[in-house]
């Protein structure tokens, strides 16, 4: 049973950082794709940033800049480091695990709630 868990959402000033952490617990697949989303009250859930196994990464337009995906294998844990916070970039915060083929493999956290204020 593969479980995702995230940590580090808050609530922060427009400017300010944060720094949100996924832990990965049961057997992980490889290779494999981590990802952060985030969906906002009334939108869609949308791709933050990407992060493979071969350590390759992908960001959406617009956090480029801004935000920075990273991971610890050895830990089994994934990091999104945000900086120059936006009220825009208020939403909740999902962690994700997916096998590039088998789709059915994909995994989600919970959540970590981030409140940038302005």
């Known amino acids: 049973q593969v479980q995702l868990v995230e940590s580090g959402g808050g609530l922060v000033p427009a400017g300010g950082s944060l720094r949100l952490s996924c832990v990965v617990s049961?057997?992980?697949?490889?290779?494999?794709?981590m990802g952060w989303y985030r969906q906002a009250p009334g939108k869609e859930r949308e791709l933050v940033a990407l992060i493979t196994s071969g350590g390759s990464t992908n960001y959406a337009d617009s956090v480029k800049g801004r935000f920075t995906i990273s991971r610890d294998n050895a830990k089994n844990s994934m990091y999104l480091q945000m900086n120059s916070l936006k009220p825009e970039d208020s939403a909740l915060y999902y962690c994700?695990?997916?096998?590039?083929?088998?789709?059915?493999?994909?995994?989600w956290g919970k959540g970590a709630l981030v409140t940038v204020s302005s």
């Open positions: 994700n695990l997916r096998h590039p083929i088998s789709y059915n493999l994909n995994y």
């Open positions: 049961g057997y992980i697949f490889s290779p494999n794709i």
